[in-house]
């Protein structure tokens, strides 16, 4: 109603009528939109306390317009006692009551009972009915947050403070993105005047992750977070997954970093010999000793490439133009006072001039610099003489290749010593200064003659210059922070949560310490299920060159996802495999066993398989997990039978049957999975295991393998 009122207000009165007219509409509809985002099960709730108060626990505080209190938001500290209150430590809470919506509609009740006294004969104590509920019901594609289901261990974390490094380790099943989800928003509700201009940014291994997550946050109440991927982090590069293992582990170290500071200092070059240059038909001489002093000072103002090319380029432009107007004079004959100012632009346009000085510094962006450092073999040679024959090999690569998210931090870092390209764009502020002080002289001039003309028809002028000035500028686009924040890669965030962490190499730890200079970090994932070479074996290899020893871990105990016969069946895989995996303990037993088929053709053998799974999880979400050589001929033999109720990758996690990678699974759940040839997603050489980990622990109900060869050993008991 209030929405509806100020855009039917006219749109007329002063600059700052409209400002606050339109300033009332923004914050309406930033409210409206919260209020549809949380509308689906709003209130999960209730605590009946020792004074007989009732209290109501939802994903938004609200109140009557009396500011009767009606539902307290699940991130106030007077509803931490809704997850952490126990039998044993009641904290005034007699009852907790699980309110189990669908929409606006009440499902079902639970009561966890607190107060013994509450309990009659026939009654006794009720606990996790709630939390069975949610784990056993269907998969959509879409994750679900757990606000309404949070457990002790899960909210101890989401609530720790904000300032430092806390790491929170937990094997599969355990909840960690949700709980790096719900402390986001958290952390946004309780610290909303330091966040809300900084701006949170949350970062995922996948696109795929990024979708199935993409819903978590508006539900609990927040819309300002900054989410990405790992390969998204750069502003207009849409990056592609690394194929080759070496190239990414050898990308990924901090050694690349000298790599691309030689490249940028190998553009600054320094001529063989003297060069021959035509000023309007006049020949001066630039000489090494006069560029390399150039260069030497435009270095020493500590700018970067761009930036300090002004330096450069001035520096040279004001020794030839000496040089130039010396000749002339001597030409001339002496004591000739001619106005010689025009010298200085004839040697600026002078195209000799202009090839030497971008010979010598040429200006140059990031895609620029890296795409010719990997493409062109002597560049990559002169600006990494330690890497050996075969390294330089795994780095080089043809011009027109895709961007990798090994790419990205050396792009972010060749943005970073390079600057802007358009060095003035400092400026920019301090012209557009400039240009209104230019617009209100116009305007002033303008509205004398109007105003003696209102004066003569007896009405005063009524319109200043400022209003002039004002009413036909042209707005900025109103942004948030946090789409401001997405496309600058300059932003410094308040605080950073990173799910999957034990993925990123060192050169992608380096450019998100970059982007949140407090190093303010919820860092989760597990060690065990590391899959790329460029990751991380411990958390102290990850974190010590940047953080020292300046962290905190947490570890999650619980794995409430996966049934105790799957779970338990990978960690015997990876145990045989050689390496020891956080086993956490599983909530409940599931209804099936792991199936192992071993069969003599894979994809006849897959097509008579599925109708058996699809049956068994009775319309949830199954997910066919296979080596990336055989998605595509799974998918188009699934579709064959299936037609549009199969889908690939980030794209088909909302059809029925799902085809996808261990890596683009990472992260997901699915209610039956079915691992095809589990050898292959094993690598012995490189000891570790989690590709097939992290298969095997996706579903929540139903676990199949199909294998063509050896079954690894462990699965079957």
Not at 6 to 16: D, F, I, P, T
Not at 183 to 194: D, K
Request: glycine share 8%; proline share 4%; hydrophobic share 40%.
């Amino acid at each position: 109603r209030q929405l509806d009122e100020v855009r039917r207000s006219v749109s007329a009165g002063s600059h700052q009528n409209r400002s606050e007219r339109d300033a009332f509409a923004t914050m309406y509809e930033d409210r409206l939109a919260q209020l549809n985002a949380v509308d689906d099960r709003l209130v999960f709730g209730r605590l009946d306390l020792d004074d007989g108060a009732e209290r109501y626990i939802g994903r938004i505080g609200l109140s009557t317009e009396e500011l009767q209190q009606l539902m307290v938001d699940w991130r106030a500290p007077e509803a931490g006692t809704f997850y952490q209150a126990t039998a044993f430590e009641r904290m005034g809470v007699r009852r907790r009551r699980h309110l189990i919506l669908s929409g606006r509609d009440v499902k079902a009740i639970e009561d966890d009972v607190l107060d013994a006294a509450m309990l009659t004969e026939d009654e006794s104590l009720q606990g996790e009915g709630a939390l069975l509920a949610a784990l056993n019901s269907r998969r959509t594609g879409q994750m679900s947050d757990i606000v309404g289901t949070i457990q002790s261990e899960q909210d101890r974390i989401i609530r720790a403070p904000l300032s430092g490094v806390v790491v929170v380790q937990g094997g599969p099943g355990t909840g960690k993105t949700a709980v790096a989800l719900h402390r986001a928003a958290y952390l946004l509700y309780t610290h909303r005047e330091r966040l809300k201009s900084a701006g949170v940014l949350l970062v995922g291994p996948t696109t795929a992750f990024m979708r199935y997550i993409e819903r978590v946050l508006p539900s609990l109440g927040e819309t300002g977070v900054v989410m990405s991927s790992i390969g998204n982090l750069m502003p207009g590069i849409r990056a592609v997954p690394e194929t080759d293992e070496a190239t990414a582990a050898l990308k990924g170290r901090l050694e690349m970093l000298n790599l691309v500071k030689q490249a940028v200092a190998n553009r600054q070059r320094i001529p063989a010999e003297d060069r021959k240059l035509n000023v309007e038909g006049t020949i001066l001489m630039l000489t090494p000793r006069q560029v390399r002093r150039a260069r030497d000072r435009a270095r020493a103002t500590g700018k970067p490439h761009n930036e300090a090319r002004l330096t450069f380029v001035k520096i040279l432009l004001r020794e030839l133009t000496e040089q130039l107007t010396e000749q002339l004079e001597e030409s001339s004959g002496a004591g000739n006072t001619a106005d010689r100012s025009y010298l200085a632009e004839d040697v600026r346009s002078s195209r000799d001039v202009r090839i030497a000085v971008n010979l010598a510094w040429m200006p140059m962006t990031p895609e620029k610099l890296i795409r010719d450092l990997f493409s062109k073999p002597a560049q990559l040679e002169a600006a990494a003489p330690d890497l050996s024959s075969v390294e330089l090999a795994l780095l080089h690569r043809p011009e027109n290749s895709p961007w990798t998210e090994a790419d990205v931090p050396l792009l972010d870092e060749a943005a970073e010593l390079l600057g802007e390209l358009d060095a003035s764009a400092g400026r920019n502020a301090a012209e557009k200064e400039q240009e209104r002080i230019r617009d209100l002289a116009n305007a002033e001039r303008t509205l004398e003659n109007v105003n003696e003309s209102l004066k003569d028809s007896g009405v005063d002028g009524v319109l200043t210059a400022e209003d002039l000035v004002d009413h036909n500028a042209v707005a900025d686009a109103r942004l948030t922070a946090a789409e401001r924040a997405s496309g600058d890669r300059n932003w410094a965030f308040g605080h950073i949560v990173i799910d999957e962490a034990q993925e990123l190499s060192p050169m992608q730890w380096h450019l998100l310490m970059r982007r949140c200079p407090l190093k303010s970090f919820t860092i989760v994932g597990d060690i065990a299920q590391t899959s790329s070479a460029a990751g991380s074996n411990s958390w102290q290899q990850a974190l010590e060159p940047f953080v020292g020893e300046r962290w905190q871990l947490e570890e999650l105990t619980v794995n409430y996802r996966t049934p105790a016969q799957i779970a338990e069946a990978a960690v015997r895989m990876a145990n045989a495999a050689g390496l020891v995996v956080t086993a956490p303990k599983a909530v409940r037993d599931g209804r099936w066993d792991p199936v192992v088929d071993r069969v003599p053709d894979l994809i006849p053998a897959l097509v008579r398989a599925l109708p058996e799974e699809l049956d068994a999880i009775d319309g949830g979400l199954l997910a066919v997990i296979a080596p990336m050589r055989h998605v595509n001929a799974i998918r188009e033999s699934l579709a064959g039978v299936y037609g549009d109720r199969v889908g690939q990758g980030a794209g088909g996690l909302g059809q029925d049957i799902v085809v996808t990678t261990p890596r683009e699974a990472k992260g997901l759940e699915f209610d039956g999975v079915v691992v095809v040839e589990p050898a292959e997603m094993l690598d012995p050489g490189s000891a570790r295991v989690g590709d097939l980990y992290v298969a095997m622990t996706r579903p929540t109900q139903r676990l199949r393998l199909i294998a063509t060869g050896v079954v690894p050993e462990g699965i079957e008991g």
